[in-house]
């Protein structure tokens, strides 16, 4: 895993280079990630995912994809430990307060500011109405991150292990009530062998290939 950005390149064609955060950048982005944010940790990852990869590129979709599955294995929220993890890799301890303020101050003063309006208008039909209205949105954007995510794993694994794996991952879920934080770590440890064996076996094809 990659925790250093890359060097530019100048090269026609090649990825474009990955960009060292600033701390207005990281301000910014934490902020918005912590006012738009709705529904709890997870599902700000797409918010945290465009900051990251999309709109600034400090890191790679894969490297997001790591960080994520890491995060979601350690204990505390995801959302303060994807934001600590963006400041730190850009500017270092003081990076990593920084987001991390950022991402929680304006949700803590709005949510201490309004929450005697919050309980007022708590039994209002409108609210309610708009609350509900949101929650599918939440939705579509989990399931497109998945989708991709989903997407990528199945190019790198082949079509057949891809949805084998899918498939003892939703048992392990949804069956058997596993501990999420358990079967990423199983998937983590299985995906360094799986890596391994796959260097392994591209060594032998080569060198069968040279004779």
Do not use: C
């Not at 207005?24 to 738009?36: D, N, P, Q, Y």
């Not at 929220?77 to 950022?102: C, E, F, S, W």
């Not at 991402?103 to 708009?130: T, W």
């Amino acid at each position: 895993m990659n925790t250093h950005a890359p060097p530019n390149s100048s090269q026609p064609g090649d990825t474009p280079a990955y960009r060292q955060a600033t701390y207005s950048e990281l301000s910014w982005a934490m902020i918005r990630t912590g006012v738009l944010g709705y529904g709890g940790g997870p599902s700000v990852m797409p918010l945290f995912r465009y900051e990251a990869v999309t709109r600034y590129r400090w890191i790679s979709d894969d490297e997001f994809g790591e960080i994520l599955a890491l995060g979601n294995a350690l204990p505390g929220p995801i959302a303060t430990k994807m934001a600590a993890y963006l400041g730190y890799r850009g500017k270092g301890i003081p990076g990593a307060i920084l987001a991390v303020i950022a991402h929680i101050l304006p949700s803590s003063i709005a949510m201490i500011l309004l929450l005697s309006a919050v309980a007022y208008l708590s039994n209002s039909k409108i609210i309610q109405g708009m609350i509900a209205a949101v929650v599918p949105v939440i939705a579509v954007m989990l399931g497109v991150m998945a989708y991709e995510f989903g997407e990528k794993a199945v190019k790198g694994l082949g079509k057949t292990l891809g949805i084998i794996l899918f498939v003892i991952v939703f048992i392990l879920l949804q069956v058997l009530n596993v501990h999420a934080a358990i079967v990423i770590a199983l998937f983590l440890l299985y995906g360094a062998f799986h890596f391994r064996l796959v260097q392994r076996l591209r060594e032998r094809r080569m060198n069968g290939g040279e004779r």
